[in-house]
């Protein structure tokens, strides 16, 4: 406790010091806030060193922090002391210190803070960067039921970006100084704006001319007609009298206005929904948006399921690994199958005991391949009439399916067709090509 008053007292100490006012001093101003908190990596430092995480690589991924929105008010209390009250909201499982003698809940609750501090800044706000130090005090609510008290201690960069808006970065350490609070980095991005109208700079009274009337300012923008390019709309003298220009209509003004030839949005501070892979697909929509895609998908790129380098759409057999050149399909010699292992009785469709071994991997294949559809097709030689080698063709054919449905193979997942002594693979000529042309085909079909 003594610590924390010595603390607080240097720190008054050191706020009076810049206790100076000029025409910098802040107005009353709320800002919008997203932060982080992070518990585990005060943890890590608390139970080794700061070297030690830093060395080891400890500091927490930003996917492990927890999110959460805050509203903050500002008013300058010199031009480099600035109060900050601050009202935040979360929903994380909290992680209470053992010395509470809480375990941790096991869900997300909401968690309350609310807390007071005093903002000292090395510069005023005429400059476009502005580095502070800040510190205070806090009180939390965590599942309405649990009350404890903090200090927060940070440091912030201040970015102005004109009329008294500006964006807050802010990183703070929250010291639990409660049973019932535990240490955390709190990191935060607020865009601010002033509540209240900024005083209109007052001009020292001059006598009347003898002759000539008084300038008029008829819009009361403290700019007089004589000098002001609009006098009959309120405007600022950086712009002789007229309002800070909106040249893209888009209702943001220039000077907030990051793309002011461009209509946008005040999310995007002026600029367009982005489109980060110049697909056509706003990042808003687009589901992929780090990688060009096509509509129909949500902007993601057309799938392909398997991974054979095929898209789905193209793809005729989408959840099997296959060829282009098959469609991407595989083919049963891919798996092993030796359809040159398939043989019969000479002159009849019986299949020999070779035969049926190879069919009964060929069932197997098909068996744990679903989306395979096979093409059975029977050939001869052109030994004999080709309308007997044709029907002998054919019933070599159906002799093959009919094993295949017996070992369990759906019946409308084969085709077979006999094409007798057509498109012979070598010449008839001679007794081995009469052999190979004797054969029966397995195809995929596409």
């Not at 968690?111 to 090395?122: P, Q, S």
């Not at 935060?188 to 003898?210: E, H, I, R």
């Not at 990688?291 to 998908?297: D, I, L, S, T, W």
């Amino acid at each position: 406790m003594k610590k924390t008053l010595l603390l607080f007292s240097a720190f008054g100490l050191f706020v009076s010091s810049f206790a100076q006012t000029t025409e910098w001093k802040k107005r009353p101003t709320l800002s919008v806030n997203f932060f982080l908190k992070d518990f585990k990596t005060p943890a890590a430092i608390g139970n080794s060193s700061l070297a030690s995480v830093l060395r080891d690589k400890q500091w927490t991924n930003v996917s492990d922090m927890t999110p959460g929105l805050s509203l903050s008010y500002f008013d300058g209390l010199s031009d480099y002391v600035d109060f900050m009250a601050t009202l935040s909201g979360s929903f994380l499982d909290y992680p209470f210190l053992s010395k509470s003698g809480r375990t941790n809940l096991g869900q997300d609750k909401f968690l309350m803070e609310a807390d007071a501090a005093v903002n000292v800044k090395l510069l005023t706000d005429k400059y476009f960067m502005v580095p502070y130090i800040t510190g205070g005090v806090g009180a939390s609510m965590y599942a309405g039921s649990y009350f404890g008290a903090y200090m927060p201690v940070g440091t912030g960069l201040q970015f102005r970006l004109g009329e008294g808006n500006f964006i807050n970065l802010q990183w703070q350490y929250r010291i639990g100084v409660s049973d019932l609070t535990n240490n955390n980095f709190h990191y935060s991005l607020g865009f601010a704006s002033p509540l209240t109208d900024k005083k209109p700079v007052k001009l020292a009274p001059t006598p009347p001319a003898p002759v000539k009337e008084a300038p008029k300012d008829s819009d009361n923008d403290g700019i007089t007609d004589d000098k002001d390019k609009c006098p009959t709309v309120p405007g600022v003298a950086k712009y002789d009298g007229c309002p800070v220009p909106d040249t893209d209509g888009d209702g943001i003004n220039d000077e907030n206005d990051k793309c002011p030839t461009e209509k946008g949005l005040a999310k995007y501070s002026g600029c367009p929904i982005p489109d980060a892979d110049k697909d056509g697909i706003n990042d808003e929509e687009d589901k992929c948006p780090n990688v060009p895609g096509v509509a129909r998908y949500n902007g993601c790129p057309i799938p392909d399921t398997d991974g054979d380098g095929i898209n789905d759409e193209e793809d005729k057999c989408p959840t099997e690994k296959g060829t282009a050149a098959n469609s991407g399909c595989p083919e049963l010699k891919d798996f092993n199958f030796k359809a040159e292992n398939i043989q019969f009785e000479t002159g009849s469709a019986k299949l020999t005991k070779a035969a049926l071994a190879e069919l009964d991997k060929g069932a197997t294949i098909l068996s744990e391949h679903s989306s395979l559809n096979i093409l059975i097709e029977g050939y001869t030689d052109n030994s004999g009439k080709p309308a007997k080698n044709k029907e002998l063709s054919q019933k070599r054919a159906d002799a093959v399916k009919a094993y295949l449905m017996k070992k369990g193979i759906t019946e409308g997942r084969l085709t077979a067709t006999g094409y007798g002594d057509a498109n012979p693979i070598t010449d008839n000529k001679t007794v081995k090509g009469r052999a190979m042309n004797r054969r029966v085909e397995f195809k995929v079909k596409k």
